[in-house]
């Protein structure tokens, strides 16, 4: 499963991330998906990608943010989403904005094939 628009996949993986869906999570990767949060670190498949934010979700972490943008070719799409994790008193415990590719799948949904968190945000 994925999203009807590449603008749209953000809310989605904040909404499952929030409600502690890890598979619902991973369902929003293709298959051979690159997950990254820091640049170095790699899960790969919606595997890998659940088992490396799993832990987030069982801390209580939550997250919120929004797409700034969306560049969209044909079936490929580069977007940046500026977002926030927090913990359950609501202090912020990381931030950044993500660099993503999503392409979309023969079913009609976009999907994530690279994620990077910080990727928007990290110095060279």
């Keep these: 499963m994925g999203s009807s628009s590449p603008k749209l996949t953000a809310q989605l993986f904040f909404e499952r991330f929030n409600a502690g869906d890890a598979t619902g999570f991973a369902a ?17 498949g919606p595997e890998q990608i659940k088992r490396a934010v799993e832990g987030f979700m069982l801390a209580g972490f939550q997250m919120r943010g929004k797409t700034v943008d969306a560049v969209v070719a044909d079936d490929t799409a580069l977007t940046r989403v ?8 609501g202090a912020v415990v990381a931030s950044g904005v993500s660099a993503e590719v999503q392409r979309l799948g023969p079913d009609g949904m976009w999907r994530f094939i690279i994620d990077d968190a910080g990727g928007g945000s990290r110095a060279p």
Excluded: C, H, P
């Design 28 to 44: 929003l990767y293709f298959d051979d998906a690159i997950f990254t949060y820091n640049g170095q670190d790699r899960a790969v």
């Design 82 to 89: 500026a977002w926030e994790m927090f913990d359950k008193s």
